[in-house]
């Protein structure tokens, strides 16, 4: 299983949302990319970055911070937030980007969806983001009444190889990550799946590990030290997608 830091920004800071809501910001940092530079000594070989202006707004915000990352680092980095067109797919890939993550725009936009899959395939991940078990858009803001479980049946049938799962109540809770949400993703869908949320240390890695997920991203607990990343790596180095 894969270990995966993240980053949100937030007017150009590394910033923590509480269950996703924008009140609700931890500034968690000063500088993005040293933060970025920590996780690779530390061992990281993937980063996960979220855009919270772009999600709101529905356009790139930090391209230029993300491409200093992707180039500073050399992490595999996937980026989402405000992904809506080709040309905003094809600026991150460009940019070095390992991935790009597109929510708002699978669940409003399938055509487009489609369109990027036959381009770039593998690289183009969907964000399944879920409060009370419906699909939500727009940097979360909008709740749809889309099944998260239909929705991920229906991408793996457009195609799709991976998505990122999130549970919005479990987002900066340290709660723990929503592992019946999970198992049911796991029964109905031969996807790759990437956990998100609510992930809080050692315990809720090996938790994920158990679950045979692809991957955990891990967020408010690095910040916090409730989970040691270098711990959490080597919990997982002899795993085959590590």
């Known amino acids: 299983m894969k270990v995966i830091p993240a980053i949100d920004l937030l007017d150009g800071k590394p910033v923590r949302l509480y269950q996703g809501d924008y009140a609700k ?3 968690v940092g000063e500088d993005a990319l040293q933060i970025a530079q920590a996780f690779a000594r530390a061992g990281a070989r993937y980063l996960h970055v979220v855009d919270l202006n772009g999600a709101k707004k529905g356009e790139r915000i930090h391209g230029d911070l993300i491409e200093a990352i992707v180039r500073e680092t050399k992490l595999r ?3 989402g937030g405000g992904i809506r067109t080709m040309e905003d797919v ?5 940019l070095g980007v390992d ?3 597109l929510g708002t725009a699978a669940l409003k936009d399938p055509a487009f969806l489609k369109e990027a899959l036959a381009r770039y395939g593998e690289r183009i991940v969907v964000g399944v983001d879920c409060k009370d078990g419906k699909v939500c858009a ?3 803001l909008d709740q749809s009444d889309v099944d998260y479980l239909d929705f991920a049946i229906e991408m ?3 195609g799709v190889q991976t998505i990122v799962f999130t549970d919005i109540s479990k987002d900066g809770t340290l709660a723990g990550p929503n592992l019946d ?3 049911q993703l796991k029964r109905h869908v031969s996807l790759d799946i990437v956990a998100s949320g609510g992930v809080k240390d050692i315990g809720d890695i090996e938790a994920l590990r158990r679950l045979d997920v692809d991957g955990a991203i891990a967020g408010k607990s690095l910040y916090a030290g409730t989970l040691d990343l270098k711990e959490a790596l080597d919990a997982c180095a002899g795993d085959a997608a590590c």
């Open 156 to 158: 793996e049938q457009l």
């Open 77 to 79: 980095v996937e980026v």
């Open 138 to 140: 727009s940097g979360w």
């Open 90 to 94: 094809e600026a991150y890939l460009n």
């Open 99 to 101: 991935r790009v993550i």
């Open 25 to 27: 910001e931890e500034q």
């Open 181 to 183: 949400m999970l198992e």
